[in-house]
């Protein structure tokens, strides 16, 4: 985070809360599977695969592989990650939270979930440099584990408050799936309707 400019790490906290906010409501949604947080997932597909539940393994596995096929179609829509490039996933990334918000009037209720997957996949190559991902916008660990190691630097001498930043990230997601649980609980995947008006603002000002 301490490489990016103070526009960039905004972006990063937004984005990160959106992802805390639509994870929220598909774990709520789908009874206990993360929509973008692989790490989790990958725990209870093991946990799953162990206890003989074949049914939720096989649908955590189906989530996991629509969170890759996302990041890898966000990594093509992005090619170099220049600027424009960038306001081209956050728009993919809204349409596909736009789907999800209308599922629930389509005959296949999957298609939400399908939607939100492929939308947090894509979401990840929004910081992309030369291919790699740049910013953890979905997941967390890394940003605790900087907080962490900075903190221990700070101890040393260093940078007093560069461990600030990575916890913004952490909180800014908390934050979002705190919103995102609220609100399904209030009105369901309608609620999604919100996350996309603010990946597509935010695509609008990236441009």
Known sequence: ?????????????????????????????????????????????????????????????????LFVIGAALGSLVGLDGKRERRAAIL?????????????????FAIIGSIAMALAMGVENAVFQRNGSPGIGLTYVTGALVKVGQRLAMALQGGDRWGWVSSLWLWGSLCFGAVLGAFTYGQIGLTGLWAACVVVATLAVVAR
């Open 1 to 65: 985070m301490m490489d990016y400019t103070r526009r960039q790490r905004a972006l990063a906290y937004l984005l990160a809360g959106v992802a805390g906010y639509v994870d929220a409501m598909g774990f709520r949604h789908l009874g206990g599977v993360f929509v973008s947080f692989m790490s989790g997932n990958t725990t209870r597909l093991g946990v799953d695969i162990g206890s003989g539940d074949w049914m939720k393994a096989a649908q955590i596995a189906c989530i996991i592989v």
């Open 91 to 107: 728009w993919t990334e809204a349409a596909l939270l736009a789907v999800a918000a209308v599922s629930d009037n389509f005959p």
